[in-house]
Antibody, heavy 116, light 109 residues
Framework: EVQLVESGGGLVQPGGSLRLSCAAS????????MSWVRQAPGKGLEWVAN????????FYVDSVKGRFTISRDNAENSLYLQMNNLRAEDTAVYYC?????????WGQGTLVTVSS | DIQMTQSPSSLSASVGDRVTITCRAS??????LAWYQQKPGKVPKLLIY???TLQSGVPSRFSGSGSGTDFTLTISSLQPEDFATYYC???????????FGRGTKVEVK
């Protein structure tokens, strides 16, 4: 059974940093691209970033470029999102997803709240 | 960038109704389109990919059609568990940056 379990969310002040983690199981992690998708409270879905199987290619939505960094550890079957210089508009539930170009498996999400 | 316009933003329907949701791309995207269902407080669920391919386990009352710029998600006979918000997502182009539509909320009439 495919499982994606996010952690690391919480309350952070504007300008602060947070690192999200996603533990993957039930599939061969290093065979797949992975993505982070977020959803602000009461809003729609927004793709944030993705990373190739070996970590050699990474892409970001324009609004997070230069502030967020996606990475992975295939030995640990883990995906990460380092978020720096956080803004109020980054407040959202962040989902870890398996990326086939569309998203067939999703984690339960972790809430990030950026507020003073 | 290719924009996705989803319509309507909401609709009211009754159990048993045929429901149609539309997604339009600002440029042709072949059949690189997926549809998701999200119930309140729940994780999004993949329904359809490649515009018309039903994801495993999804009921056959859901169907997708279209190619190029115009796409449709149809629920042939709305069931109580289908009241939810539906999103389209394009996955065409390079670099591989993906875009969702703004969603369509299907509510009880």
């Amino acid at each position: 059974e495919v499982q994606l379990v996010e952690s690391g969310g919480g309350l952070v002040q504007p300008g602060g940093s947070l690192r999200l983690s996603c533990a993957a199981s039930g599939f061969t992690f290093n065979y797949f691209w992975m993505s982070w998708v977020r959803q602000a409270p009461g809003k729609g879905l927004e793709w944030v970033a993705n990373i190739k199987q070996d970590g050699s290619e990474k892409f970001y939505v324009d609004s997070v470029k230069g502030r967020f960094t996606i990475s992975r550890d295939n030995a640990e079957n883990s995906l990460y999102l380092q978020m720096n210089n956080l803004r109020a508009e980054d407040t959202a539930v962040y989902y870890c997803t398996r990326d086939l170009s569309y998203f067939d498996f999703w984690g339960q999400g972790t809430l990030v709240t950026v507020s003073s | 960038d290719i924009q996705m316009t989803q319509s309507p933003s909401s609709l009211s329907a009754s159990v048993g109704d045929r429901v149609t949701i539309t997604c339009r791309a600002s440029q042709g995207i072949s059949n690189y389109l997926a549809w998701y269902q999200q119930k309140p407080g729940k994780v999004p669920k993949l329904l359809i990919y490649a515009a018309s391919t039903l994801q495993s386990g999804v009921p056959s009352r859901f169907s997708g059609s279209g190619s190029g710029t115009d796409f449709t998600l149809t629920i042939s006979s709305l069931q109580p568990e289908d009241f939810a918000t539906y999103y389209c997502q394009k996955y065409h182009g390079a670099p591989p940056t993906w875009t969702f539509g703004r969603g369509t909320k299907v509510e009880v009439k």
